[in-house]
Structure formats: C-alpha cells, structure tokens
C-alpha cells in the first residue's frame, strides 16, 4: 500500500490531477486557435450533438455535458454574445431558455473538432489499445456503467 506521506506525488489521485491538468493544458492550446475555451467547446458540441433532437432547454444542455448550470449560463452568456449560439424562451415552460447553434456555432465546431480530437490522441496515445480498457475504468470510477465489460480489483 503507498504510504502519502512517504511519496504524494505517486499516490492515484494526485497523478489523475497530473495528467488532467496535462490534457486540460493542450486542449486550451488548441482551442486557443480558434478563440474558444474547452468548456465552450464542450457546450458547442453537446449543442451540435443535440441538434437532432430539435430545441435543448439550456438545463439539460448542463445535463448532458455535465456542468454546473450556473457556469453553464454564464458561458452561454458569452457564446450568444459572440454570435455562436442563440437563447430564446422555451416553447413549451415558459421559466427555461431553449438553446440552439448559429451558423457560425455551428461552423466553428467542426472546424474545432478537429485540434480537440488531435489532443485526445496525442495524449493517451501511449495507452495504446489499452484506451477503451482507460475510459471504461475512469467511466466506473464516475459512477456510469463502462461500454465494456470489466472486472474491478483485478490487474
């Protein structure tokens, strides 16, 4: 067992936190091309993602990218300053704000898409084919069921 103590900088956590902040950094870079924040562009994609579904209510956008809704607003917020996105009241509940793309959101997106999916593989590329096992793993520990099927404590 890792005594804390002895070695923090080896303990699980701390080199989760580590390789997080290794990612987050490159993604900022990268995004940084095309003057958007990571959480911007996760909203803009969970909105491009959505868009099949017709409106989003600016809650379940929070929902489904796993963000504060407050934060989520705020960013919003910006992104409709901006001209990416468009908030106008909800067609059916009166209190929420539905939220779809623009054009230019919709646009700046795709050209977006793909720096952020060049990030993710410069980063785990040295997991190799263990990626899936990875994001299954991190998955689990999040509390959500993995895409495959994995057998905690063994190693």
Same mark, same amino acid.
């Given at each position: 067992m890792l005594?804390?103590?002895?070695?923090?900088?080896?303990?699980?956590?701390?080199l989760l936190w580590q390789v997080e902040n290794l990612?987050?950094?490159?993604q900022r870079a990268a995004l940084g091309a095309f003057d958007?924040?990571?959480?911007?562009?996760?909203? #803009?994609?969970?909105? @491009? =993602?959505?868009?099949? $579904?017709?409106?989003?209510?600016q809650a379940a956008l929070a929902r489904r990218?796993?963000?504060?809704?407050?934060?989520?607003s705020q960013?919003?917020?910006?992104?409709?300053?901006?001209?990416?996105?468009?908030?106008?009241s909800h067609a059916r509940d009166g209190r929420a704000l539905s939220v779809g793309?623009?054009?230019?959101?919709?646009? #700046?997106?795709?050209? @977006? =898409?793909?720096?952020? $999916?060049?990030v993710e593989r410069a980063v785990f590329a040295v997991l190799g084919a263990d990626v899936p096992?990875?994001?299954?793993?991190?998955?689990?520990?999040l509390g959500a069921r993995p895409r495959r099927r994995i057998q905690a404590g063994t190693g």
């Open positions: 005594e804390l103590l002895d070695e923090p900088a080896e303990a699980t956590g701390f990612w987050q950094r490159r958007l924040t990571p959480v911007q562009f996760l909203l #803009l994609s969970g909105l @491009a =993602a959505a868009r099949r $579904e017709g409106s989003v209510k990218c796993r963000t504060d809704p407050m934060m989520t960013v919003l917020r910006v992104l409709e300053k901006a001209g990416l996105v468009e908030r106008t793309l623009t054009q230019a959101g919709m646009e #700046l997106v795709r050209r @977006a =898409a793909p720096a952020v $999916e060049e096992a990875f994001s299954d793993a991190l998955r689990l520990l």
